[in-house]
């Protein structure tokens, strides 16, 4: 039994420090709800209310490109969301303690960032 108990630990512990390629989004249409074609300043602002309501920091970089970041203990992951009136990208910027290397890192980053683009969509049917 202590046996099975310590090999099922180990697979979980291996699993949750398993690598996987970058997600990446990469020019996604923006939808909205209206149908209608959203402002720059709408898209800037649906963006920005999506990443701080799963609690990441934003700033803006320049009209059409923010820098988001969220921090989960020792965990760090920052991302740079480029925009249009029609489409958006969200790209690794930088992280911590998630064994980035060459294009790889580990599950927990897409997760997170799949959660994030799964807000901003939702914002995006509002307008």
Do not use: H
Not at 30 to 52: C, D, E, M, N, Y
Not at 58 to 78: F, Y
Request: overall charge positive.
């Amino acid at each position: 039994m202590r046996r099975c108990l310590l090999l099922t630990s180990v697979l979980i512990l291996l699993a949750a420090c398993q690598t996987v390629p970058v997600y990446t989004v990469e020019n996604a249409e923006i939808f909205t709800a209206s149908g209608k074609k959203p402002t720059l300043a709408q898209v800037r602002k649906a963006i920005r209310r999506a990443a701080v309501s799963k609690t990441w920091k934003v700033r803006e970089l320049n009209p059409n490109t923010l820098v988001a970041q969220v921090v989960k203990k020792t965990i760090a992951v920052v991302v740079t969301i480029e925009f249009t009136t029609d489409q958006y990208s969200i790209k690794y910027r930088d992280s911590k303690s998630l064994s980035y290397k060459d294009g790889m890192i580990r599950s927990r980053y897409n997760s997170w960032v799949t959660k994030l683009r799964a807000r901003i969509e939702e914002r995006f049917l509002d307008l």
